[in-house]
């Protein structure tokens, strides 16, 4: 048999919650022109010059609220997965060895294609953890692995998972989660990370991939028009991003349409990390509780749950 090599592939997480270290992730993340595509001679300055300084040490202490004994968050999960999908393969008699890589910070992807190119893998199979497509994710986990692929010489086959936005078994984990978490007083927001409208102008279909994720999600818990709603978080800067904000939903929504209770998921997020645990749970949670409403829950992402890892086994081994 074979021997399988796998990337699981995520954004990345700064080494430590400090402002020295989010200055340099930050500089990583916010200097690709997938995510920020202005010239680098109007964005660089003022990237350097006063959006670092001025956001290194503020977020650096928003990540020391989530950071753990093991890490951040989003690190320790993806650990937790990669070791829960090596076990399930193993289990399965696959002969495959598993690592996971970041887009940005650590571990480089760079490192994750050496370590299975050393150990002599006849094939590598790419799953960037971003169910949605955006240029912003997907194509930049795309751009770093071909970057790693340019320092090798025994470039071996590979594959490489666009999305899984429609997949099964991604849209039954997803119900599944909701139904064990979700009451039927609550009324559902999907909110998916944003990215500028500008980029939708430009032809990234990030927007119709969530649309197509939430109806059919919808569509399995019986959910009538008034009972949900897509919406998008953690916009940067300031112009247009997509619509409707979730901070802006949750501010409104009691007055607007008389609800008191909310469950709120974000099917775009394979782990749970600074944006779902302090941006949705807590910055969030304040903002819909203190303009009238009356019970907030945060449904979690599907992390290393085992219909999760499942999931990324099927996927890949349909590739075979």
């Known amino acids: 048999m074979k ?7 995520n954004l990345g997480t700064p080494d430590e919650p400090t402002a020295k270290a989010l200055s340099r992730y930050l500089w990583q993340f916010l200097t690709d022109p997938r995510v920020v595509d202005l010239p680098k001679w109007r964005w660089y300055p003022l990237l350097k010059g006063i ?4 956001r290194s040490a503020r977020v650096a202490q928003t990540y020391k609220s989530v950071w753990t004994d093991e890490g951040s968050p989003l690190l320790v999960i993806s650990n937790q997965q990669k070791q ?3 076990a399930h393969l193993d289990n399965q008699q696959i002969n495959a060895c598993v690592e996971i890589a970041m887009t940005y910070g650590n571990p480089s992807m760079e490192s994750a294609v050496e370590k299975l190119l050393e150990k002599q893998v ?12 955006s240029s912003t994710t997907t194509a930049a986990v795309f751009d770093a692995f071909a970057q790693a692929l340019k320092k090798q010489r025994n470039i071996v086959p590979f594959q490489f998972i666009h999305s899984y936005h429609l ?7 997803l119900v599944d989660s909701i139904k064990a978490k979700h009451k039927p007083d609550e009324y559902l927001i999907f909110s998916f990370h944003g990215i500028p ?21 919808v569509d399995r818990l019986g959910l009538s028009e008034n009972q949900w709603q897509m919406t998008f978080q953690s916009r940067f800067g300031r112009e247009e991003w997509l619509q409707p904000y979730t901070d802006k939903v949750l501010e409104n929504i009691c007055r607007e349409q008389g609800v008191q209770k909310v469950a709120v998921v974000c099917p775009g997020f394979s782990v749970d990390c600074l944006e779902t645990i302090e941006e949705i749970d807590e910055e969030n949670r304040e903002i819909f509780l203190s303009h009238g409403g009356k019970s907030f829950q945060y449904i979690p992402a599907l992390n290393a749950e085992i219909q999760h890892i499942e999931m990324m086994s099927n996927l890949i081994l349909n590739r075979l």
């Open 122 to 133: 006849d094939e590598i199979i790419l799953l960037p953890l971003f169910p949605q497509y």
């Open 197 to 217: 409208l500008r980029y939708e102008n430009n032809g990234d279909y990030y927007r119709q991939h969530c649309r197509e994720t939430v109806l059919a999600v």
């Open 51 to 54: 959006i670092l300084p001025r």
């Open 3 to 9: 021997k399988l090599g796998i990337i699981l592939a």
């Open 84 to 86: 829960a999908l090596q």
């Open 167 to 173: 997949h099964e078994d991604y849209i039954n984990a």
